[in-house]
């Protein structure tokens, strides 16, 4: 199983953006699939999550502007960005935990005027 993760980039703050994560590969019994980010010169945090059973949960920082979303027939999940603030700096990072935890290889996402 691969996770690609793609739409990064360049954005004014308080604009939008959707970053997408495309599993190759068979999948089955999915647990999780997640965001994580990773601001400069700061750790790994997590962003988003939506279950294996569609429930969501998300970081106090993102709660209200971002959304996590899935397309089971695609095999893809999104993170749909919006207010976008110059603290959503970071390379986001997809997640996916099934029978093993498998990371994409990240897309830069720069906020700024």
């Known amino acids: 199983v691969q996770l690609q993760a793609s739409g990064g980039g360049l954005v004014q703050p308080g604009g939008s953006l959707k970053v997408s994560c495309s599993a190759s590969?068979?999948?089955?019994?999915?647990?999780?699939m997640s965001w994580y980010r990773q601001p400069p010169g700061k750790q790994r945090e997590l962003v988003a999550t939506?279950?294996?059973?569609?429930?969501?949960n998300y970081a106090d920082s993102v709660k209200g502007r971002f959304t996590i979303s899935r397309d089971n027939a695609k095999n893809t999940f999104y993170l749909q960005m919006n207010s976008l603030k110059p603290d959503d700096t970071a390379v986001y990072y997809c997640?996916?935990?099934?029978?093993?935890?498998?990371w994409g290889q990240g897309t830069q996402v720069t906020i700024s005027s």
């Open positions: 997640n996916l935990i099934a029978a093993w935890a498998y």
């Open positions: 590969g068979s999948i089955s019994r999915i647990k999780a």
């Open positions: 939506i279950a294996g059973s569609g429930g969501t």
